[in-house]
C-alpha cells in the first residue's frame, strides 16, 4: 500500500462482507421458504425475505465499488485522497441508510407514510428519507473522489471508474420519480436497475479488472487501457438501448421489441471482450505474482460475467421467446450468476488483492481462498442449471400448456430443494472465503510490487 488513505478501504470492505453474510443468509432462508411455505410466516413473511436478500445485495456491492475506488484512485492518481473525514462520514451515512431500511422492512414501520413509510418498487423499496440521505452520500463520495483525480494523475482506469460512479449516482436520481402510470413508472424503473447493472457498474467492472491485470501481470499501461476503452465503448454501445428488452410487455410502444432484441443480443459481446483481455494479459505478462486467489478470482469473474450475464441473459432475451419465459426462473437463473459472476467475483478480487497489501502481509490463506473460488462457483453453477431447468419446465406447463400456476410450482418442488442444497454450499463456500480473508495472518513487511519479476 502505497498511500495511507487506501486504508480508508478496508472499513467499507469490512461492512460489505457483514451484508454479504446477511444476503446470503438471507437467500438460503428465502429458498427454505420455497419449500416449506409456512416457514416463519407470521414472523418473517417471504417478501420481506427476500427484499432484505436483493437490498442487501445491491448495499454490500455498492459498498465494495465505494471501498475499490477509495484504494485504486490514490494510486492511479499519485496523491492521497483529498477529504478522509468525508470518506468516513460517508460510510457513517450509508450505515444509518442501512439499518433504518432494514427496521422499516422487517417492523413496517409507518406503513404508507410518503417520507418515513417502505415504498413498493422492487429493489427501490428504501423510505424516501433513506434514499435522500443515499443521495447526499453519494454526493459526499463524488466531490472527494473527483477532486482527487483532479489534482493529481489522469489515467485510463481513473476516468472510466468516475463515469461508471458518476453514471450510478445520476441514475439513481430515477428512483425518486414514482409516477402514478404503472407503464410509465416501469420505464424509468428500468433507468435504476437496467442501467445500473447492464450498463455503469459495467464500467466499473472493466475498469477494476483492468488495474488488478495492471497490477498481477506486468503487462504495458498502453496495451491495457486500449482494452479498456474497447470493452467499454461496446459496454455503453450494447447497454443503453439493450433496456429495450425490458419494454417488451409493458405497454411500450411496439418497436422496443425490435431494438431491445437485436441489442440486447450484443450485450454478449463486452463481456466476451473482458474475457478475451483477462486471459491474454495473464497470457502476455506471465508474471510471477504471489497472490494466485486474486488471479483466480479476477479470471473466474470474466469468465462467469460471461456465462452468467451474456449466454444466460442471450438465452431468453429475443421478444419471442421472452413472451413465454419473462417472470420464470429462467429470469431467476440468469440474475443469479450473473450478479455473482459480473459484481459478487470482482468485489471478491480486488478484496482479495488489496487486503495483504493494506495489511503488510504476504498474499494469506492462498489455498483456502482459491478453495473457497471453486465450492462457491460450483455451487453457483448448479444453481443457474437447476433454476433453468425449473424455468423450462414452469414455461411449458404454465405458459404453453396454462396450467394453474400454484399447480405448476408443486411440480417444480424437487427443483427447488435441489436449488436450497446449492444455497447451503454457497455458504460453506462463504464462511471459507470469510476466514481466508479474515482469519490468523502472518503479519511481515511485504516485498514492492516491482521485484516480481516475469517468468522466464
Given at each position: ?170 441514475f439513481f436520481l430515477f428512483a425518486l420519480y414514482n409516477p402514478n402510470n ?275
Open positions: 500500500m502505497k498511500y495511507q488513505s487506501q486504508a480508508i478501504a478496508k472499513w467499507y470492505w469490512f461492512v460489505a462482507m457483514a451484508l454479504f453474510a446477511v444476503q446470503v443468509l438471507g437467500g438460503l432462508l428465502a429458498g427454505f421458504i420455497y419449500v416449506q411455505p409456512n416457514f416463519l410466516s407470521e414472523l418473517m413473511p417471504f417478501n420481506i425475505v427476500r427484499m432484505l436478500h436483493s437490498n442487501a445485495l445491491i448495499v454490500w456491492l455498492l459498498l465494495g465499488f465505494f471501498g475499490a475506488a477509495y484504494y485504486i484512485i490514490p494510486e492511479e492518481s499519485e496523491r492521497e485522497i483529498h477529504s478522509p473525514t468525508i470518506a468516513y462520514l460517508q460510510l457513517i451515512l450509508l450505515v444509518a441508510g442501512t439499518l433504518g431500511a432494514v427496521l422499516t422492512y422487517i417492523f413496517d414501520f409507518f406503513p404508507g407514510h410518503w417520507l418515513l413509510g417502505k415504498q413498493g418498487r422492487e429493489f427501490l423499496e428504501q423510505p424516501l428519507w433513506v434514499k435522500l440521505g443515499i443521495i447526499v452520500a453519494a454526493l459526499m463520495f463524488l466531490y472527494n473522489v473527483s477532486i482527487t483525480v483532479l489534482a493529481g494523475r489522469k489515467t485510463a482506469i481513473t476516468n472510466v471508474l468516475l463515469l461508471g460512479l458518476w453514471g450510478i449516482a445520476v404503472l407503464a410509465l413508472d416501469k420505464v424509468y424503473w428500468w433507468w435504476v436497475v437496467h442501467l445500473w447493472v447492464e450498463g455503469v457498474w459495467e464500467l466499473v467492472m472493466a475498469s477494476v479488472l483492468a488495474f488488478i491485470m495492471l497490477k498481477l501481470t506486468g503487462v504495458d499501461r498502453e496495451v491495457i487501457e486500449k482494452w479498456l476503452y474497447v470493452i467499454v465503448a461496446t459496454s455503453l454501445f450494447t447497454g443503453v438501448l439493450g433496456t429495450g428488452h425490458h419494454y417488451y410487455w409493458i405497454g411500450a410502444p411496439a418497436y422496443w421489441t425490435w431494438i431491445g432484441s437485436i441489442f440486447s443480443s450484443l450485450e454478449v459481446i463486452p463481456f466476451f471482450g473482458m474475457v478475451v483481455f483477462t486471459f491474454m494479459m495473464v497470457w502476455k505478462g506471465r508474471r510471477n505474482h504471489p497472490n494466485r486467489a486474486a488471479l483466480l478470482w479476477s479470471l473466474g469473474c470474466s469468465v462467469l460475467a460471461f456465462f452468467g450475464a451474456g449466454v444466460w441473459g442471450f438465452l431468453h432475451t429475443l421478444h419471442s421467446i421472452n413472451y413465454y419465459t419473462h417472470g420464470t426462473q429462467v429470469t431467476a437463473a440468469h440474475g443469479h450468476l450473473a450478479f455473482f459472476g459480473a459484481y459478487v467475483a470482482l468485489n471478491i478480487a480486488i478484496m482479495t488483492y488489496a487486503f495483504p497489501q493494506i495489511f503488510k502481509a504476504n498474499p494469506y490463506n492462498q489455498v483456502l481462498n482459491m478453495a473457497s473460488f471453486w465450492v462457491m462457483s460450483s455451487a453457483m453453477a448448479f444453481m443457474t442449471f437447476v433454476l433453468t431447468f425449473a424455468g423450462a419446465v414452469q414455461t411449458h406447463l404454465q405458459r404453453v400448456l396454462g396450467m394453474n400456476y400454484m399447480e405448476v410450482q408443486e411440480q417444480l418442488s424437487l427443483f427447488y430443494w435441489m436449488r436450497f442444497g446449492s444455497g447451503v454450499v454457497l455458504i460453506i463456500g462463504v464462511l471459507m472465503w470469510l476466514y481466508a480473508m479474515l482469519g490468523p495472518r502472518r503479519e511481515v513487511e511485504i516485498a514492492p510490487e516491482s521485484v516480481y519479476s516475469p517468468a522466464e
